[in-house]
């Protein structure tokens, strides 16, 4: 959403409230649902502006060991210095774009930095539970289901030979 600060500027206000829906854009294999509310406010304190945003948003994924759905709930929470146009150089920017958000004229685009958060800290690969075994390699069953029957000791043919190696090492040893 585009928020016209004007009010803030010219010091009419000194706090702006913001209330409203984002249709976050679906990412690499996963899918938000549609709408995710936005709150947060702008504050102003002698020149000094300040954007607070909180989002929930809610996403559908599948675990990346297992394939399984996996539905959760990725929050927002955070601050950004408000910053004029040309006031920082480009450079100054880049490197802490997590902490400045660019205001046009009296236009600041509250999305831009709800985008960036969500792209530094969500999780790219989701998993359905932190111990999820994953697939059989074989017969791609889930492990979680339970023995499949596949032989489990398959071995890297390159690895083979190290195998064979450390195998008849032992057996001399036990000689
Ligand atoms: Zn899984
Ligand atoms: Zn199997």
Do not use: W
Not at 24 to 53: C, E, K, N, W
Not at 135 to 149: D, I, S
Not at 154 to 171: C, Y
Request: proline share 6%.
């Amino acid at each position: 959403m585009i928020v016209d600060v004007g009010p803030l500027l010219r010091g009419e206000v000194k706090r702006l409230e913001l209330d409203y829906l984002l249709s976050p854009q679906p990412m690499d294999g996963i899918v938000f649902d549609s709408d995710a509310r936005v709150t947060g406010y702008l504050t102003d304190s002698a020149g000094y502006m300040r954007l607070h945003l909180k989002a929930e948003l809610n996403y559908h994924g599948e675990c990346a060991r297992c394939l399984a759905p996996v539905d959760g709930v990725f929050s927002l929470d955070f601050e950004r210095t408000v910053t004029v146009e040309g006031t920082l150089t480009e450079e100054q920017l880049d490197e802490m774009s997590d902490e400045y958000v660019v205001l046009s004229g009296s236009e600041l685009d509250v999305d831009e930095p709800l985008r960036e958060e969500l792209l530094l800290g969500f999780p790219f690969r989701l998993l359905c539970s932190d111990d999820c075994l994953g697939l059989c390699p074989r017969c791609g069953k889930p492990k979680r289901e339970g023995e499949c029957g596949c032989p489990t000791k398959e071995i890297d043919p390159r690895l083979a030979v190290l195998k064979t190696f450390f195998d008849n090492d032992g057996e001399e040893e036990k000689n």
